[in-house]
């Protein structure tokens, strides 16, 4: 099926063609390993793992190589602190940050560079720019010369005469131009960790090591690129301006970004006091509601966080993995269901086309909570072995594109209960209660014993309980 995303290199949706039909180059900005990742970096995460997903699930094999940054001045300056060697605190902050991965069901990347290892690559980027004349060398210290790459600006859409310098900051005296950015930055003697080159020890600046490591495992020109939009300017226009001026090619065809994350309407900030990391957030709740929230709006639309997402993020799993499990046990029968047979079809196709269409999750999931409510209907009577697998059909779609369901249902809609207690801040040793209620007043509805659930609805209020009676006979449920 023919995808399409949007690039931002030309802002507008372009139908998605790898320059080898049987590979795809994906490079995605990995983390700055200096602590525990928070929930904005678990966005962008998400967000290329959908891509990874939804390109394989098309049939593409793709190459997605994912970096660590471990050499920063934060993990400098932190490592210093501790008292331990900066490769050792970055290297225990990756195992961390893999931890955190793994727990929000992301597949792994084909291939995790960092910059420490990629060094001898960086190195011979910077002489390569230096060589074309885009590099220039003061006092131990290389920068690009920005003025000299004259599509600079070509995807942040910045003109470089409109930039100010010195506002914020005092411009650096050593710079040809105010623009001007650094490929290699001299050793400083308490910080620990440096790297013998043809201008001394040192270590590189921030943007070149993308370059170098998109180049090592990918080639000089790749299929596609993703990050946050915070990194759209300096960092990927950086990127762009050393790669093509050091190969002489294009270096990259398709430029993707997600939006911000946002506490009720401000973005994330440490200054805020905000910042809620992806391991505190899962050992409340779990893997599956994080991910969910973070892929509930489109990766290009801001997302605001509140109570509320997690609250309906957990309505909507606890929706698809009871359906799920009701999938897997439905006996089927010999009976006409031809018509319900090509709506199920009909929406597989559509699922698809919306996956297909910039990945847009939210609209196929809206789709496939029709398939599920008409199921959740049609199962009460008599259906179709063709029916039943149609609509597995649409389970495994959705699970291998998105990640949103998860193989192990009865796993899940566990989490969901420790969840629920952990948003209401509820106490209660009366779990086992609860679900077995639950459970009862599922089977008197089933059988039209009214009566029977309204007494038990009565008692679930009693206990704290709220249940919620859906449209497609489901029923969610919370503590107060």
Known sequence: MEIKVFNNLTRQKEIFKPID???VKFYSCGPTTYNFLHVGNARAAVVADLFHRCLKSFGYNVKFVRNFTDVDDKILETAKTRGIHPKEHADEFIKECLKDYECLGMLPATVTPTVSESMPEIISMIEDLIKNGYGYVVNGEVYYNVPKFKDYGKL??????????GIRVDVDGQKMHPSD?????????????????PWGKGRPGWHIECSAMAKKHLGKTIDLHHGGVDLLFPHHENEIAQSEAANGCPFCHNWAHNEFLNFGSEKMSKSLGNVVTIRKFTES????????????????????????????????????HDCALLVGSAIAKTCDDKFEVENVKKSFIQMQEEIANDFN???????????IKEFNRLVKGEISNEYINEVKKCFHFMRDATGLIHDNAQEVLGELNTARKHLSGTSSDNDQEVLALLDERKSARATKNFSRSDEIRSRLNELGVI?????????????K
């Open 21 to 23: 039909p049987n590979l």
């Open 156 to 165: 942040s859409k910045v003109v470089l005469e409109s930039l100010q310098h």
């Open 181 to 197: 950015f650094v490929l290699w930055k001299p050793a400083k003697p308490e910080e620990g960790w440096s790297w013998d080159s």
């Open 285 to 320: 709740f779990s893997g599956a509601i994080l991910r969910h929230i973070l892929l509930s709006v489109h990766y290009r639309s801001k997302l605001d966080w509140t109570d509320d997402s997690i609250t309906k993020a957990i309505g909507e799993i606890e929706r698809i």
């Open 361 to 371: 999750v939210p609209a196929a999931m809206g789709i496939f909570f029709q398939v």
């Open 467 to 479: 249940v919620k009676d859906n449209p497609d006979g489901t029923a969610t449920w919370s503590y």
